[in-house]
Nanobody, 126 residues
Framework: DVQLVESGGGSVQPGGSLRLACVAS????????MAWFRQAPGKEREGVAV???????RHADSVKGRFTISEDNAKNTLYLQMNSLKPEDTAMYYC?????????????????????WGQGTQVTVS
């Protein structure tokens, strides 16, 4: 099965930037949806952004214009470039994958619809 490992989290001041990465253990399926979620203590897990096998991206309203999801298929790596970070962005960030489906074919904000998850990487903005 595909394994996902996140990295790149850390502590930054408001207005700073971070670049998260998620490395997959194998080449993705021809049809897939890859996602970044985040979860702060006491809050629901929140969908941040997704990208599918056609390269189509979607970003949550709360991060549009500040975060950008991308992927490097040659490196089996998913990225999340985060700029203009705010304290409310503080959370554990997770990458996730749903195979055999494009992101536009389901409710990608629902974490229960993703079958593979990484261990998470902490982002703290203060």
């Amino acid at each position: 099965d595909v394994q996902l490992v996140e990295s790149g989290g850390g502590s930054v001041q408001p207005g700073g930037s971070l670049r998260l990465a998620c490395v997959a253990s194998r080449v993705p399926n021809n049809n897939f949806c890859m996602a970044w979620f985040r979860q702060a203590p006491g809050k629901e897990r929140e969908g941040v952004a997704v990208i599918d096998s056609d390269g189509i991206t979607r970003h949550a309203d709360s991060v549009k214009g500040r975060f950008t999801i991308s992927e490097d298929n040659a490196k089996n790596t998913l990225y999340l470039q985060m700029n203009s970070l705010k304290p409310e962005d503080t959370a554990m960030y997770y990458c996730a994958a749903r195979d055999f489906s494009r992101c536009g074919n389901f409710d990608w904000s629902a974490p229960g619809l993703f079958g593979r998850w990484g261990q998470g990487t902490q982002v703290t903005v203060s």
